[in-house]
């Protein structure tokens, strides 16, 4: 499934890609070791359903959203040679998730206070994964993902809890949706109305008059 890196990405390629950007960036090798490491911690704790997180169920799909993203930080796909079977196992787990649930990776049925957090982590994952291997398989859950985000903003173009007009805007739930909305803007897929959010988005956040808290 790995396709051509977006020059956007190519950092994250291991070799001279990658060596350049520690060199103009200030990495060291003990940087890389810890990340490593880092990586290396979270195939131990990853669930055996490919999952993260235990005890609070309401949080588990940021978790793994989380991971994943972790992974493809370091540009690990599933065809990796350490740690593929785990992004794999990850990816797997989101995707089945949001099919259950109509496209929203929060794992719920209707968008919970917690779950715009989630979907928007989890959105902002598989655009990351969709942007560097092109695999077709998630391009559909990932296009009603993001129509979820377009749809949930509100008219003064932020986002709130349970993407509720009525709740006040909030600075956290927005910034989680403008990344989901960049990565999707990356991907190449044209979703409707990603551009046009994330104008309005931008037109909201550095207006001297905005609200958001």
Same mark, same amino acid.
């Given at each position: 499934?790995?396709?051509? *890196? ?5 950092? #994250?390629?291991?070799?001279t890609a990658r060596a350049m950007a520690m060199q103009m960036n200030g990495g060291k090798k003990e940087s890389?070791?810890?990340?490593? #490491?880092?990586? #290396? *911690?979270?195939? @131990? ?6 999952? +993260?997180? @235990?005890?609070?169920?309401q949080y588990i799909s940021a978790m793994t959203g989380f991971g994943v993203l972790s992974f493809l930080g ?8 350490? *740690?593929?079977?785990?992004?794999? =196992?990850? !990816?797997?787990? !989101?995707?089945?998730? &949001?099919e259950k649930n109509q496209g929203r990776l929060s794992n719920e049925g209707a968008f919970s206070n917690q ?5 928007? /982590?989890?959105?902002?994952? !598989? ?6 291997? @092109? ?7 990932? =296009? ?11 008219? %003064?173009?932020? +986002?709130?809890? &349970?993407? !509720? ?10 910034? +989680?949706? /403008? ?15 990603? %551009? ?12 001297? @008059?905005? #609200? /958001?808290?």
């Amino acid at each position: 499934v790995d396709g051509m *890196f977006p020059a956007t990405m190519g950092s #994250r390629v291991g070799g001279t890609a990658r060596a350049m950007a520690m060199q103009m960036n200030g990495g060291k090798k003990e940087s890389e070791e810890a990340v490593l #490491r880092g990586l #290396r *911690f979270l195939v @131990k704790t990853q669930n055996a359903d490919g999952s +993260w997180g @235990k005890g609070l169920p309401q949080y588990i799909s940021a978790m793994t959203g989380f991971g994943v993203l972790s992974f493809l930080g370091h540009g690990e796909t599933p065809v990796s040679p350490e *740690f593929g079977p785990t992004v794999q =196992k990850a !990816l797997e787990w !989101l995707t089945t998730h &949001g099919e259950k649930n109509q496209g929203r990776l929060s794992n719920e049925g209707a968008f919970s206070n917690q779950g715009v957090y989630a979907h928007a /982590i989890g959105t902002y994952a !598989l655009g990351e994964y969709y942007s560097m291997t @092109k695999d077709e398989r998630v391009a559909d859950l990932l =296009k009603q993902a993001i129509t979820y985000v377009v749809k949930g903003q509100s008219s %003064d173009g932020s +986002w709130r809890y &349970g993407y !509720l007009e009525s709740n006040k805007p909030d600075t956290s739930v927005t910034g +989680w949706q /403008i990344q989901a909305l960049k990565a999707a803007h990356l991907t190449g897929l044209n979703v409707d109305g990603v %551009d046009a959010a994330l104008d309005k988005s931008m037109a909201c956040t550095l207006s001297p @008059k905005s #609200r /958001i808290n």
